[in-house]
C-alpha cells in the first residue's frame, strides 16, 4: 500500500471525536504559520470529504492545480505525522470508549517513561524518580514488563548514585525476576504462535502432539514461577488445543471455563477480543462434544466481543455452521457457508476463502447440486497446499462427486491420482490412517468394476475400523471429511 493510499485509510478509520481534534489542531498549529500548514489543512480537508473516493491524482489538483508535484509527497507525509500526533493526545486516549483500559494503560506508562527519562537529562533526579515510582507500580499490575524494566534500570541509575549500592542491589535483584518474567511471557506467546500458524494451514494435528506436551510443560513451569495471568492465558491456550488435539474434549471443556475465569478476572490481561478467543474455544469444544445448541450459545457470546466482519467474527460463524449441519440444519448450514464464502474475510484470507467453497461444495454435493459444486471446488485451490489434510479431502470429495454421478471412469483415474499422491505425500509428512483406510476403500472399488455391495461384503474390517472411535480412524467433526 503506498503512502497516499494508506493515509487515506487512517482518515477513514478516524472517529468523530478525533477527526474534530484533527482539524482543531492543523487550524491552531499549522494554518497560521505558513503556506505548507494551509496546504495541510487544505489536503486533510480535501480527503476527509471525499471519504477516500479518489485519486492521488486528484488530491494533487485540488492543491497544486497540477496532477502531479515533487512536494506533494512530502506534504502526504507531513498530513500523516500530524494525524499520528493527534491520535497520542490526551483528549483522544481518554475519551470514553475510544480504547480499552489495558491500551489506554499502556499509552500512559510509556509516555511518562519518555517523560521521566527527558527528566533526568534537566537534571531533575527527585521528579524523574518520582515518576518512575508511579510507572512501576502501574506496569507490574497490569504486567508491562518492557517498560516496567525500562522505569526499573532508570531508577536503578539515579538512585545508584544519589543512594548508594544497597539501593542500587535491591532495584537489581527486581530487574532480574522481572527480566524472567519477560522472557517467560515471550516464550509463551511464541508457543501458542508458533503451534496456531502451523495448525491453521493444516487439518493434520497428529503432527503436533509432541510439540503440544512440550509448550504445556514448559508453560507449566513459567507460570509456577512468575505467577504471571499473561502466561497464565498463553498456558490455557496451549492446552485447550492439546486437550482438542487429543480429542480430550471434557478436559478441554474445563480449560476453557479456566481461560474464561482467567481472563474475566484479571485486569492485567482483560481484553474484550480475548473474552472473544475464550468463548470461542468453548464453543467448539461443546462442538466437538455434540451439544450443539450450547455451542451456537457459546459462539454468539464469542461474536459479541469481535468486531462485525472480522476474521474472528467469520471464524465464530464456521462454528455455527457445524452446529447447524450436524444439528440436522440443513438450510441455515447452507446460508451460512454461502455468505462466509462470498465475505470480504474470504477475499483477504485466501486460504479460508478456499475451505469456506470447499465446505460450501459439500453441502451443493449433498443436495445433488453437482455442478454447482464442481464450480466452488475450481475456487478451492488454495487449500491444495496442506497436502495430508484438505487436499486429500477435496480428492477424496471429487471422487465422491463422480461416483454419485456414477461416471466411474473419471473416478477411476482420480483414485488412481490420489494413489499417487498419498504416496508421494507419505514420504514427507504423516498422513491420517483413517485417509489411507479410505483410500483402500476405494482402490477395492476399482478392482470390483464399483461393485459397491461386493466392497461392503468383502472389507467390512475396513468399514468398522471407519465407524470407530480409535484414535486415527475414527471420524472427526471438523475434519475436511464433511459427508461420511
Known amino acids: 500500500m503506498n503512502q497516499f493510499n494508506s493515509l487515506t485509510l487512517l482518515l477513514k478509520r478516524l472517529q468523530r471525536e478525533e477527526i474534530k481534534a484533527l482539524k482543531k ?10 503556506e505548507k500548514g494551509l496546504k495541510t489543512l487544505q489536503l486533510a480537508e480535501f480527503l476527509l470529504l471525499k471519504k477516500g473516493k479518489c485519486t492521488k491524482e486528484e488530491a494533487c489538483e485540488h492543491i ?117 518474567c519477560r522472557k517467560a511471557l515471550q516464550i509463551a506467546s511464541n508457543w501458542y504462535n508458533l503451534l496456531i500458524v502451523n495448525m491453521e494451514f493444516t487439518s493434520n494435528q497428529n503432527n503436533y502432539f509432541d510439540l503440544f506436551a512440550q509448550a504445556v510443560s514448559e508453560l ?36 476453557s471455563l479456566k481461560l474464561l475465569e482467567i481472563v474475566g478476572n484479571n485486569k492485567a ?9 475464550a468463548y470461542t474455544y468453548l464453543a467448539i469444544t461443546y462442538l466437538h462434544l455434540h451439544r450443539f445448541k450450547e455451542s451456537l450459545a457459546t459462539s454468539q457470546n464469542a461474536r459479541n466481543c469481535f468486531a462485525p466482519n472480522s476474521f ?16 440436522g440444519n440443513m438450510e441455515k448450514a447452507t446460508e451460512i457457508i454461502k455468505a462466509l464464502a462470498e465475505s470480504p474475510t474470504a477475499r483477504q484470507s485466501p486460504f479460508q476463502g478456499s475451505k469456506w467453497n470447499y465446505l460450501y461444495a459439500n453441502l451443493l454435493t449433498l443436495q445433488k447440486k453437482h455442478k454447482e459444486a464442481h464450480h466452488l471446488l475450481q475456487g478451492a485451490k488454495e487449500i491444495e497446499r496442506d497436502k495430508e489434510g484438505w487436499n486429500v ?23 488412481e491420482s490420489m494413489r499417487k499422491h498419498i504416496e508421494r505425500t507419505i514420504k514427507m509428512k504423516q498422513v491420517k490412517k483413517r485417509n489411507l483406510i479410505i483410500l483402500k476403500v476405494l482402490l477395492e472399488l476399482v478392482k470390483a468394476s464399483f461393485d459397491f455391495d461386493r466392497v461392503w461384503r ?13 484414535p486415527g480412524y475414527g471420524w472427526e467433526i471438523r475434519s475436511p471429511e464433511l459427508i461420511i
Open 25 to 34: 489542531f492543523l487550524t491552531a498549529f499549522e494554518a497560521g504559520s505558513d
Open 64 to 180: 497544486y492545480e497540477q496532477k502531479t508535484s515533487k512536494t506533494f509527497d512530502k506534504l502526504i507525509l507531513r498530513l500523516r505525522d500530524k494525524v499520528y500526533e493527534v491520535l497520542l493526545m490526551d483528549i483522544n486516549i481518554n475519551r470514553k470508549g475510544a480504547y480499552n483500559d489495558t491500551t489506554r494503560n499502556l499509552i500512559d506508562v510509556r509516555k511518562k517513561n519518555l517523560q521521566a527519562q527527558l527528566l533526568a537529562g534537566k537534571g531533575m533526579i527527585t521528579e524523574s524518580v518520582r515518576l518512575c515510582e508511579k510507572i512501576i507500580i502501574k506496569s507490574k499490575s497490569s504486567e508491562f514488563y518492557d517498560d516496567l524494566l525500562q522505569a526499573l534500570q532508570l531508577k536503578q541509575r539515579l538512585t545508584g548514585l544519589t543512594q548508594g549500592k544497597q539501593q542500587y542491589d535491591q532495584i537489581a535483584s527486581d530487574i532480574e525476576f522481572y527480566e524472567r
Open 220 to 255: 507449566q513451569h513459567e507460570y509456577r514461577f512468575t505467577n504471571s495471568a499473561n502466561i497464565g492465558y498463553y498456558l490455557y491456550l496451549v492446552m485447550i488445543e492439546y486437550h482438542h488435539a487429543r480429542n480430550q474434549f471434557l478436559e478441554a471443556e474445563t480449560a
Open 269 to 277: 490481561i482483560y481484553l474484550k477480543r480475548r473474552v472473544g478467543t
Open 312 to 327: 474472528n467474527s467469520s471464524y465464530t460463524l464456521e462454528i455455527d455452521f457445524y452446529s447447524e449441519l450436524f444439528a
Open 393 to 415: 479431502g477435496m480428492r477424496i470429495h471429487t471422487i465422491l462427486n463422480q461416483l454419485d454421478a456414477k461416471k466411474f471412469d473419471t473416478a477411476d483415474m482420480q483414485i
Open 458 to 470: 468383502t472389507r467390512k474390517k475396513y468399514f468398522e475400523q471407519l465407524a470407530s472411535n480409535e
